[in-house]
C-alpha cells in the first residue's frame, strides 16, 4: 500500500509539473506576443470628449450625408435601412436624391460600396460593420463614442505604415484616412525613449498641407459623424432620453403631491 501511495503520490508531482510547465510556456507566448504591441504604444495621447449631438436632427443629417460620402463605400451598416433614416426627418425624395447612389430600394440596408474579398486583398482584413461599432467599441475607460471622435481626429502621414497612415489611437491601423481632404494632410512628432522598447511620447501634429476644414469645422464635423453613429447604434435612444425625463418629472411631482396628501390627512387624525 505505501508503495502505491508514493507511486501515485509521484504521478500527482508529474502532472503538477507538467501542468505548470504548460501554463509558464503560455504566459512566455503571450510575452511575446504582447512585446510589439508594447513597443508600439504612444505616451500622452491628445484625448477628448466627443460633444453629445445624438439629439439634433441637422447634426444627425449631416452626419448621415458624412457617412455616406465617406464611409459607406468600405464600411457598411447591416442593422440600419434606408427607410429608416426617415426618423431624422428626411422624406423619401431626399433619401434617393441626397443620400442613396446605387440602386438599392429603401427597404434594403446600408450596404458597402467595396466586395469583402477586394478589401482583405487590399488592406488585410475585411472593414468592420459600423451599425453597431459605438456600442461595441465601449469600454470601462471611455464611451463608444469617444473613442471613435478621438479616433478620426488623430490620423497622421507615416512612411513607414503598409497604407501610409498610421493613427494615435490605435496605432498600426490598417484603415487609410479616409476624411483626409476634410482635414488636411499631418505629420506627427514623437519623443525618442531612453530604453529600447519604452513608450513613444507624443508631442505633436506637424501640418504638411491644409485641407477643406478648418480644424474647428472638421471637429465639428466629426462630432456630428459620430451623433450619426450613435444613433445607428440605438435609433430609439433619442426616444427614450425623452419619455424617461417626462416619467422621471411625473414621478418627481407624483411624490410632492403624495407628500402633501399624507401631511393633510394625518393633520386631521392628530
Not at 428626411?90 to 434617393?96: G, N
Not at 461599432?133 to 512612411?159: K, Q
Not at 501634429?205 to 464635423?221: A, M, V
Request: aromatic residues 10%; positive net charge.
Amino acid at each position: 500500500m505505501a508503495r502505491r501511495r508514493v507511486a501515485h503520490l509521484g504521478v500527482v508531482l508529474t502532472r503538477g509539473r507538467r501542468a505548470w510547465l504548460l501554463l509558464g510556456l503560455l504566459m512566455a507566448l503571450a510575452a511575446l506576443a504582447a512585446a510589439p504591441c508594447r513597443a508600439q504604444r504612444v505616451l500622452d495621447v491628445p484625448w477628448s470628449t466627443a460633444p453629445q449631438r445624438a439629439g439634433e436632427a441637422q447634426a444627425l443629417r449631416h452626419g448621415a450625408a458624412l457617412f455616406v460620402n465617406h464611409c459607406l463605400g468600405c464600411h457598411g451598416a447591416r442593422n440600419v435601412r434606408w427607410a429608416d433614416l426617415r426618423a431624422l426627418g428626411l422624406s423619401d425624395a431626399r433619401i434617393e436624391h441626397d443620400l442613396m447612389f446605387g440602386a438599392d430600394e429603401l427597404g434594403a440596408p446600408l450596404r458597402a460600396a467595396l466586395d469583402a474579398s477586394q478589401a482583405r486583398t487590399w488592406f488585410g482584413v475585411e472593414p468592420p460593420d459600423l451599425g453597431l461599432i459605438v456600442r461595441a467599441l465601449a469600454t470601462r475607460e471611455h464611451s463608444g463614442a469617444d473613442y471613435v471622435y478621438n479616433y478620426l481626429r488623430t490620423f497622421y502621414r507615416d512612411a513607414r505604415a503598409p497604407g501610409g497612415w498610421n493613427n494615435l489611437v490605435r496605432p498600426g491601423v490598417a484603415m487609410p484616412h479616409a476624411l483626409w481632404t476634410l482635414q488636411g494632410v499631418r505629420a506627427a512628432r514623437f519623443e525618442t525613449p531612453a530604453k529600447p522598447g519604452a513608450a513613444r511620447r507624443f508631442v505633436g501634429f506637424i501640418e504638411l498641407s491644409p485641407g477643406e476644414l478648418t480644424p474647428r469645422r472638421y471637429d465639428s464635423d466629426i462630432a456630428d459623424l459620430v451623433a450619426f453613429l450613435q444613433w445607428m447604434a440605438e435609433p430609439e435612444h433619442v426616444t427614450r432620453v425623452r419619455v424617461g425625463s417626462l416619467v422621471l418629472i411625473f414621478l418627481i411631482l407624483l411624490s410632492f403631491l403624495t407628500w402633501r396628501l399624507r401631511v393633510e390627512y394625518w393633520k386631521d387624525l392628530r
